[in-house]
């Protein structure tokens, strides 16, 4: 089975009638085994007892606890005509239950509205009832029901949702609410212990606890959050529910599990807190959250690469392709850049470039330090508001196998448009080591070792004067790559 991000709101759909199962609790007494121990001789000094400091959950939770919230939604769904039998729903097992779907009566219901149900957790930020949690949780919500620990529940409002972080700002009316202290995701290290309070399956005030396995994690379709990866049991109903450090303060809110069965396997994923707050701010003055833009693409650093652009080691954030217009392109980025700094602060990978450019406030400039053909260079860029773009393709006929092992073809002024780019040649047949590499016919050569090239003979040309690692830039569908190639 296909291992899968999954968002933790636990569903359920109520259409005409709900039947409700009771829980039965099985209690289990545990007894405790006493084994005698032989008399030991000792022939050493004792050495002196060493005390351990175990981490205290029961304070942060009673502590805390209060400020952490259920939220139940109810929202509406449109619903197709559907085809029922008079005899309602059938025993699959009941012999005649085939018969009676395939042969008796039946009839149309008309489209309609669909109610359906959902839940989650939050926490209270501020006393006069300013609440975060997840914007899955709340999206297309017609009602938000907030429920406090004390029982006491409110409707809330939806102050605000931003998609791409997944956090959403609620409030409800009331005053002197108890409240969870953020603190700093930055100073968090891994190993660390930590505690989830939230509503797993609907059980309200749920404690789980573990640790912090790893920081910046990037996930599929999640470029602009920076996720703390634990592994603290959660599960759905979880979802927005907060993440605190052993002071008792919150420095993530749970967002996504990774799972093969739907439930807890041992890795979740919390959205910084830091993340959610620049969010909660522009959401509570704006209405909606704005976001910087470079105008980028870029890719992670390996090995051969580092080696090709003559890097000591593979930090940083490879540009593959900048667009025209751009803040990059007008700052004078370049693809084959690598940046490895923004405003001083490192960029270990590429999966850290997005988010760290998107906190930036369209307008202000930024410092870019960039490594550029041997020497680090520093770079100003006025940063833009977020877009996106780009589409690529390939085509027939042919020339050159060489040393890279491919044979290939200018693009017409066609295929040149489609790809954006001046130049560029095709890949017809890929062997020896472009084939290694991972070189597909199809794919669009833009550039070697950065520079760009558009004939045939200026590859051989451009191959000629390399040594053992060449840095092939490419077009692949709609995305463009680095490809590290070794020649030796």
Do not use: C
């Not at 769904?77 to 559907?82: D, E, I, P, R, S």
């Not at 290290?189 to 989830?196: D, I, K």
């Not at 998107?358 to 410092?367: E, H, S």
């Amino acid at each position: 089975m296909k291992t899968q991000a999954i968002k933790l709101t636990g569903i359920a759909v109520a259409i005409a009638a709900i039947s409700i199962g009771g829980l039965s609790f099985a209690q289990h007494s545990i007894g405790s085994a006493h084994a005698a121990a032989a008399p030991v001789t000792a022939t050493a000094p004792a050495s002196p007892a060493v005390a351990m400091n175990l981490p205290d959950f029961q304070s942060i939770a009673e502590r805390y606890g209060p400020a952490v919230v259920n939220i139940s939604v109810e929202g509406t769904v449109k619903t197709g005509m559907q085809v029922q039998s008079p005899f309602g729903n059938l025993d699959p097992n009941d012999p005649f239950s085939q018969f009676l779907r395939r042969f008796g009566p039946q009839f149309q219901v008309p489209q309609g509205d669909q109610i359906t149900h959902a839940m989650g957790s939050g926490f209270i930020v501020s006393d006069d009832g300013v609440i975060l949690t997840n914007a899955h949780v709340v999206d297309n919500a017609s009602q938000v029901t907030v429920k406090l620990t004390d029982k006491r529940e409110f409707t809330a409002k939806v102050i605000g949702i931003d998609k791409p972080t997944d956090i959403a700002v609620l409030r409800i009316d009331a005053k002197n609410l108890p409240t969870v202290p953020l603190g700093d995701p930055s100073q968090t290290r891994v190993g660390e212990w930590v505690l989830a309070i939230g509503a797993p399956f609907g059980f309200e005030n749920t404690v789980t606890a573990g640790i912090v396995s790893a920081k910046s994690r990037s996930l599929p379709d999640e470029g602009y959050v920076p996720f703390i990866q634990t592994d603290v049991a959660i599960n759905p109903g979880n979802s927005g529910g907060p993440l605190l450090n052993l002071k008792g303060e919150v420095i993530g809110i749970n967002s996504q599990i990774y799972s093969r069965s739907g439930g807890y396997q041992g890795l979740s994923f919390a959205i910084p807190i830091n993340v959610a707050a620049h969010v909660k701010d522009q959401l509570m003055a704006h209405g909606k959250v704005t976001r910087g833009r470079l105008g980028v693409a870029v890719q992670d650093l390996n090995q051969g690469l580092a080696n090709s652009f003559g890097l000591d080691s593979a930090r940083g954030s490879l540009v593959t392709k900048v667009d025209a217009d751009s803040p990059a392109a007008k700052a004078g980025l370049e693809a084959g850049d690598v940046i490895t700094a923004i405003n001083g602060e490192p960029v270990a990978s590429s999966s850290e470039l997005p988010p760290k450019v998107a906190a930036i406030m369209p307008g202000n400039t930024a410092k870019l330090s960039v490594w550029r053909k041997g020497k680090s260079i520093e770079l100003p860029v006025t940063v833009g508001e977020l877009k996106a773009a780009q589409i690529a393709g390939n085509d027939t006929p042919g020339v050159d196998h060489g040393k890279l092992g491919v044979a290939v073809r200018p693009l017409t002024p066609e295929e040149r448009q489609q790809v954006d780019a001046k130049g560029g040649l095709l890949v017809l047949e890929s062997t020896g080591p472009a084939a290694h590499a991972g070189i597909q016919p199809g794919d669009v050569i833009l550039a070697v070792n950065g520079k760009s090239v558009s004939s045939v003979n200026g590859l051989r040309s451009d191959l000629s004067s390399v040594g053992n690692h060449v840095a092939l830039l490419i077009q692949r569908e709609d995305a463009r790559i680095f490809v590290p190639i070794d020649l030796g």
